[in-house]
């Protein structure tokens, strides 16, 4: 079992940037690839970015590729998503979750454990 807490969500101006935190308690985190998702009122949940267990490798969808940055921070057992020139469409709810295997997908239904969220407001 993993538990997962997102904490640093809150309001920023547009062009403003923000960074999250997942602490991670529970099995060692080393042993789980994670990613960020986000969803906003009305739509699906959206993958934001992933790591690999090392760090070594990371994904982003072309809508936060350049100003979003995933790292991850073993020893701390914490995960982070560094965002930047943010956007008032990336308000949302922001999630990150863990999950066992060799890679850090796309898809929010290979993910087994979840954070409960923190909020994302973007003014304009």
């Known amino acids: 079992q993993v538990q997962l807490v997102e904490s640093g969500g809150g309001l920023v101006q547009a062009g403003g940037s923000r960074r999250l935190s997942c602490a991670a308690s529970g099995r060692t985190v080393s042993s789980y690839n994670m990613g960020w998702f986000r969803q906003a009122p009305g739509k699906e949940r959206e993958f934001v970015a992933g790591?690999?267990?090392?760090?070594?490798?990371?994904r982003y969808p072309d809508s936060v590729k350049g100003r979003f940055t995933i790292s991850r921070d073993n020893a701390k057992n914490t995960m982070y998503l560094q965002m930047n020139s943010l956007k008032p469409e990336d308000t949302a709810v922001y999630y990150c979750?863990?999950?066992?295997?060799?890679?850090?997908?796309?898809?929010?239904?290979?993910?087994?454990?979840w954070g409960q969220g923190t909020q994302v407001t973007v003014s304009s």
């Open positions: 790591i690999t267990r090392s760090g070594g490798n990371t």
């Open positions: 979750a863990a999950v066992r295997g060799y890679s850090a997908p796309s898809t929010s239904s290979a993910y087994d454990y």
